[in-house]
Nanobody, 129 residues
Framework: QVQLVESGGGLVQAGGSLTLSCAAS????????MGWFRQAPGKRREVVAKINWSGGITRYINSVKGRFTISRDNAKNTVYLQMNSLKPEDTAVYYC??????????????????????WGKGTLVTVSS
């Protein structure tokens, strides 16, 4: 079993920054891929950022490119999402998720909800205008 625990959410003004953390424990595997997803009220959950097992390959949705950075520290079993220049439309519950699949540079673009094996409970990010 794998447990994922997110932290770092909160209330921030537009233009501000937050860093989310996701601590993983249990049998995470050595080649797991991870992602940050979000779900805004009344909307479907969407993938925000993805990262492969080494941290060398990342992908972002267009709306956060240049503002968000996903990274991981495998020694600490932790994945981060640095969020800068936050906008009210970034308001959502943010979820960390883990896939036991080793996504390559060619395949990580297709990684989505259906590929994720474990999920955290989420952390709320609220951006005020």
């Amino acid at each position: 079993q794998v447990q994922l625990v997110e932290s770092g959410g909160g209330l921030v003004q537009a233009g501000g920054s937050l860093t989310l953390s996701c601590a993983a424990s249990g049998r995470t595997g050595t080649r797991s891929s991870m992602g940050w997803f979000r779900q805004a009220p009344g909307k479907r959950r969407e993938v925000v950022a993805k990262i492969n097992w080494s941290g060398g390959i990342t992908r972002y949705i267009n709306s956060v490119k240049g503002r968000f950075t996903i990274s991981r520290d495998n020694a600490k079993n932790t994945v981060y999402l640095q969020m800068n220049s936050l906008k009210p439309e970034d308001t959502a519950v943010y979820y960390c998720a883990l896939s036991t699949r080793n996504f390559s540079e060619l395949s990580i673009g297709t990684m989505d909800e259906s590929d994720m094996d474990y999920w955290g409970k989420g952390t709320l990010v609220t951006v005020s205008s």
